[in-house]
Structures are given as structure tokens and as C-alpha cells.
């Protein structure tokens, strides 16, 4: 016969019991870490239709003759500012083998105009790359310059970047994108 102590509960019932509120205390810590990591920001998204190569004549962005260049815009979905640092860029016409090493880049505002793009991003961080600050929640529209091409017809290109924290902690580790065709009749006005 079993003596029940006088509160009532024995011990057994009482070690099974604690055995069961442990897990579910693991279980409930567990969520809200989870919830609160940020959204990784966006890559970034060419605008091949606004694309457009400089003539002999020197317009566009950088003044640049036969010189490529196209729009771009990037989103950070994070809760931070975020730098969007433009490791490369690659430029090469249509029909023409991809170049294999990359380019330093220039990026200028998008200030809708093909033009008179101002300012031109200088500020270098984390390594000495081009990088331009983008707000919490925030979108940046920007022009991608590329080199002299030697020709103003169609063409490609592609940027290789990386987003990093104003400490320079890497949030998302080098990437690469790449333009659709450019037409050879997008000449910057």
C-alpha cells in the first residue's frame, strides 16, 4: 500500500512533472529569437530598357566616350543602414567574350537623367570599395559606369558587390549580376 504524504502530491508526480515544463520552456525561448533576425537585403536590379553607351561625343554619366553605362536600383529590407559596396564591374560588347577580370567601377545618383548624374559615390570603406549608404527599409537608384568600350553598340554588363555594416561585418558575401542585352539604338541623350 502506498503512504500519500499530506500535500498530496508525491514525488514521482512531481519529477514528472518538472521533466515536462523543461522542454517546453526550451520550446517557447526558441521562437522569438527566430523572429527577430532581419530580411537578407535585395541584390541589384538592373534597368537594361535605360541602358544606355555613350557616343564619340562624350555625354552620359562620366563623360566618357563609347563608354557603357546602365541604372540600377537596390533595396535594403533590413531594420539597419547598410553600406552597398561595388567590388567590380564587367562591360563587354554583344557577341564578344565576357571579360575575365573586373573593372573598378563608378556609380553616380539616378537622378533621371542619363546626362547630368550627380553626385558621383567616392566614399571608399571595408577594403577600399566604392559604397554607398542605404537606409533601413530603404531604396537607392543608381548608375553603373562601366570602361571604354571602343564602341557604342550593344552590350552587357555585370556588377560583383557585397552589403557590410558600418563596423564593415559582411551581411551578404560577394555576389555577382549581370545585365540583360543592351540595345545598340540606347545611345545616352
Request: aromatic share 6%; with cysteine; charged share 10%.
Amino acid at each position: 500500500m502506498t503512504v500519500v504524504p499530506e500535500t498530496g502530491v508525491s514525488r514521482r508526480t512531481l519529477v514528472k512533472g518538472a521533466a515536462w515544463a523543461v522542454p517546453a520552456l526550451a520550446v517557447a525561448t526558441a521562437a522569438p529569437l527566430a523572429a527577430a533576425s532581419d530580411p537578407t537585403p535585395q541584390p541589384p536590379v538592373f534597368d537594361v530598357s535605360d541602358g544606355c553607351a555613350t557616343t564619340g561625343n562624350g555625354t552620359g554619366c562620366a563623360g566618357g566616350n563609347k563608354t557603357p553605362q546602365v541604372p540600377f536600383t537596390v533595396t535594403n529590407t533590413t531594420t539597419d543602414t547598410l553600406y552597398l559596396q561595388v567590388l567590380g564591374s564587367q562591360s563587354w560588347i554583344a557577341g564578344k567574350p565576357r571579360p575575365t577580370s573586373w573593372s573598378s567601377a563608378r556609380v553616380f545618383e539616378d537622378n533621371g537623367t542619363q546626362n547630368d548624374c550627380s553626385p558621383e559615390y567616392t566614399e571608399t570603406r571595408c577594403g577600399g570599395y566604392i559604397s554607398v549608404a542605404v537606409a533601413a527599409g530603404e531604396t537607392a537608384s543608381l548608375w553603373l559606369v562601366g570602361t571604354q568600350l571602343g564602341s557604342a553598340g550593344a552590350f552587357h554588363m555585370a556588377i560583383e558587390y557585397r552589403w557590410v555594416e558600418a563596423d564593415c561585418t559582411v551581411v551578404v558575401p560577394t555576389a555577382q549580376v549581370t545585365s540583360g542585352l543592351i540595345s545598340s539604338s540606347n545611345n545616352c541623350a
